[in-house]
């Protein structure tokens, strides 16, 4: 088994990062049930993908199959939890705290997937002093010193549209450099800042895009 260089990690396809999670679910999943091994086959039925695209993506972090064996379950898992960085602890900072902030605070796959809610923000006067999930929420305006004492690495957007693009400003202003946005509006930032846009309503449109299809098959 071969570890790739550091240099060859800039090479990895945002399609391909953006299915590695997708492996490291269903790879938990494989231990949970107490696989130790399993094919390219198996991992692909498990992770929803095709066996051809997923030795493709596996490709790029290194030789971790053995042939005629198979797949360390427990050992790939651990590979890609590296490679996506989730064996590190990610301090997170969500903004928003209304029925989506209170969801995403309480949600508990953040932990076990190496991220740690360090703080909860709200705007609102009447939200401080509120406890959500053990932590207490604190104004917005405290964002700065937040990031500064904790490190935070990832800001989550969980505001009104109309409030998205201010805090999104403030949280790079603040040192933030990787933002999810669950805000129904794209915000801009500058170079060196990532963002990811979770859209429900949008993916309920696609959903609905689908099914209309069906109907239609099915009454043609």
């Known amino acids: 088994m071969s570890a790739r260089t550091a240099d060859s990690a800039r090479d990895i396809p945002e399609a391909t990062?953006?299915?590695?999670?997708?492996?490291?679910?269903?790879?938990?999943?494989?231990?949970?049930?107490?696989?130790?091994?399993?094919?390219?086959?198996?991992?692909?039925?498990?992770?929803?993908?095709?066996?051809?695209?997923?030795?493709?993506?596996?490709?790029?972090?290194?030789?971790?199959?053995?042939?005629?064996?198979?797949?360390?379950?427990?050992?790939?898992?651990?590979?890609?939890?590296?490679?996506?960085?989730?064996?590190?602890?990610?301090?997170?900072?969500?903004?928003?705290?209304?029925?989506?902030?209170?969801?995403?605070?309480?949600?508990?796959?953040?932990?076990?997937?190496?991220?740690?809610?360090?703080?909860?923000?709200?705007?609102?006067?009447?939200?401080?002093?509120?406890?959500?999930?053990?932590?207490?929420v604190r104004d917005f305006a405290d964002l700065e010193p937040i990031v500064r004492e904790h490190g935070v690495a990832i800001g989550v957007i969980a505001t009104p549209a109309s409030a998205a693009q201010d805090v999104a400003d403030q949280m790079v202003e603040a040192g933030i450099r990787s933002i999810l946005n669950f805000a129904p509006i794209v915000i801009s930032v500058p170079d060196g800042v990532d963002v990811r846009k979770v859209d429900l309503s949008i993916e309920l449109q696609i959903l609905a895009y689908h099914e209309q299809r069906k109907q239609s098959e099915a009454t043609a």
């Open 17 to 136: 990062v953006a299915r590695l999670p997708v492996y490291l679910r269903a790879l938990t999943t494989l231990v949970d049930n107490g696989t130790a091994t399993c094919s390219s086959e198996e991992l692909a039925a498990a992770a929803g993908v095709n066996s051809a695209k997923l030795r493709k993506d596996l490709s790029y972090l290194g030789s971790y199959g053995t042939r005629g064996v198979g797949y360390d379950v427990d050992y790939l898992r651990y590979q890609i939890a590296r490679e996506i960085g989730v064996t590190q602890d990610w301090p997170v900072v969500i903004v928003g705290i209304g029925n989506l902030g209170h969801a995403l605070a309480n949600f508990s796959g953040f932990r076990s997937r190496g991220f740690r809610v360090v703080a909860l923000l709200d705007a609102d006067p009447d939200r401080r002093g509120e406890r959500v999930a053990g932590i207490d």
